[in-house]
């Protein structure tokens, strides 16, 4: 059961958030202002906080910088009067989770708060999220000597001043992303937000209110507001993953914010003028998008102010070694062992090899070869198949090598035999092997199906 703490200055509303709430099952505290509410927060600790916004003396920032300062995750929610909904949103850029305007209905408030809590987990994963993406700040981060990626470090430090729009192309792996990273922590706009989104994961009805946010009400089961990526990052920088997926409707929505600089949420009445650099990538042909009008000339030339291409890995060996030192000195997740470098020959193979999966294939083999590693040194033995036979490269990130994964095939035949063994015993019922195994149904099919297990075989 959450606890909330509810702050109001006025009496009656107190009263019906402590009614509303208490009904929902929820513990209530009430404050009837800031300074007492700050006090109960030194006191006790709450799930959620709920304040008016203003109050004589203390006011609701006061509170809300107060439950940021104990806990930068406590969620807090700002009530505030119809006509001052922008000191609202002023509060939700200080870290408030949502606003509530008064005069508001019992729904509301219950919506608001269920909302709220049961998101508090997925708030969590993005603060660490965040985390993880501000500690990766300086280009020093990102490995690079050979002629080509230096070209690209300069052209990042030119760029990265400006706020030129910037499109990112290259092959799968090659580190789109990470330089995206890197443009945004090199630039003035470092500490606001870097929102990112993969245009080619979501279907086009999510993809537009995520990007753009709506109004509440503005189509059945738009139950609050929601704001949209481009105005969290406001200030900051968009990332627009495979933009060369992006659905067209969405490409028109997008070029005309980016030449009006203003943004009309769906529902929303009144635009709102937002001020973001946008940094988009693709490892999709751009060019033959726009001559096969999937993609728009304007907004293509819109958002490729700057473009950076970046070389497959194949092109620029000299980063290779730098790269698989980087990854090993990155591996800390084998406890006992430590490797400490690469035997020449296990160096020279990885050299001739074309690395299709460019960085990202790199820097999973290292990881394998580490578990592999008997000694100190990454030997040629340690490295799969593909990569030891002279490096003629595999077009995909194909299965690997599996003789040299033992552990891997004796996991996976341990788990083809208990497997058995169990339909077996249940006579082939799926329902009670599954729930043997604590697997879900389609888990059992889909391992049934990799290991080639008839169930009719069984049954006999
Ligand atoms: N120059 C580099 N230095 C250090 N790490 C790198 C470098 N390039 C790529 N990486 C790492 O390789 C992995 C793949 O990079 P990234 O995800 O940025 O590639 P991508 O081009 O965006 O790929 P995709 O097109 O599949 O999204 C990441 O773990 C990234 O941190
Ligand atoms: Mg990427």
């Known amino acids: ?64 910088k107060k ?19 922008d000191s609202a949103v002023e509060a939700m850029k ?59 470090f300069d ?33 003035p706009r470092r500490n606001k937000p870097f929102m990112s989104i993969n245009c080619a994961a979501i279907p086009e009805t999510l993809l537009e209110s995520e990007l753009f946010g709506y109004k509440k009400g503005a189509f059945t089961g738009a139950n609050c507001d929601k704001t949209g990526l481009v105005t969290m990052a406001d200030g900051g920088t968009l990332f627009l993953d495979e933009i060369g997926d992006m659905p067209l409707v969405i490409q028109s929505k997008s070029l005309k914010v980016l030449e009006s600089g203003e ?63 980087r990854f090993l000195q990155e591996e800390h997740s084998v406890p006992g ?23 990202r294939e790199l820097k999973n083999v290292v990881e394998r070869a580490v578990i592999f590693a008997a000694g100190e040194q990454i030997t040629l033995e340690d490295l799969p198949q593909k990569i030891k036979s002279g490096g003629a490269g595999g077009g995909t990130g194909a299965p690997e090598d599996s003789r040299l994964q033992p ?8 788990e083809k035999d208990i497997i058995i063994n169990a339909l077996k015993r249940f006579g082939g019922n799926k329902e009670m092997v599954a729930k043997t195994l604590s697997v879900d149904l389609t888990t059992l099919y889909r391992k049934m199906n990799k290991f080639g297990i008839d169930e009719e075989d069984i049954k006999k």
Not at 25 to 54: F, P, W
Not at 160 to 174: D, L, Q
């Open 1 to 64: 059961m959450a606890r909330i703490l509810a702050v109001d200055d006025e009496e009656d509303i107190r009263t019906i958030l402590r009614i509303v709430l208490s009904g929902e099952g929820y513990e209530v505290d009430t404050a009837h202002n800031g300074l007492e509410a700050m006090a109960m927060m030194e006191g006790r600790s709450y799930d959620l906080v709920i304040t008016d916004l203003k109050m004589e003396g203390a006011d609701g920032f006061a509170v809300l």
């Open 67 to 85: 439950a940021k300062e104990i806990d930068s995750l406590l969620p807090v929610i700002m009530i505030t009067a119809f006509g001052s909904i």
């Open 94 to 152: 200080l870290g408030a989770a949502d606003y509530i305007v008064k005069p508001f209905l019992h729904d509301d408030i219950k919506f608001t708060v269920r909302h709220i809590l049961e998101h508090g987990s997925l708030r969590l994963e993005n603060m660490a999220l965040k985390r993880q993406i501000s500690q990766k700040l300086s280009i020093e981060e990102v490995v690079g000597l050979s002629e080509p990626m230096l070209k690209i």
């Open 155 to 187: 052209t990042i430090e030119k760029a990265a001043p400006t706020r030129a729009n910037i499109m990112i192309t290259g092959e799968s792996g090659t580190g789109k992303g990470l330089i995206a990273e890197a443009i945004h922590h090199n630039s």
């Open 263 to 325: 943004l009309l949420p769906l529902g929303d009445t009144k635009t709102k003028s937002v001020d973001v650099r946008i940094i988009c990538a693709t490892n999709k042909d751009i060019e033959a998008c726009v001559r096969d009008k999937t993609f728009r000339e304007d907004l293509y030339y819109r958002l490729n102010v700057i473009e950076i291409r970046m070389p497959p890995l194949r092109e620029r060996p000299e980063d290779i070694p730098l790269l698989a030192n």
């Open 337 to 359: 062992k430590v490797v400490k470098g690469f035997a020449e020959a296990a160096i020279n193979a990885m050299l001739a090899y074309s690395w299709p999966g460019n960085v």
């Open 407 to 414: 552990l891997k095939a004796m996991v996976c035949d341990y």
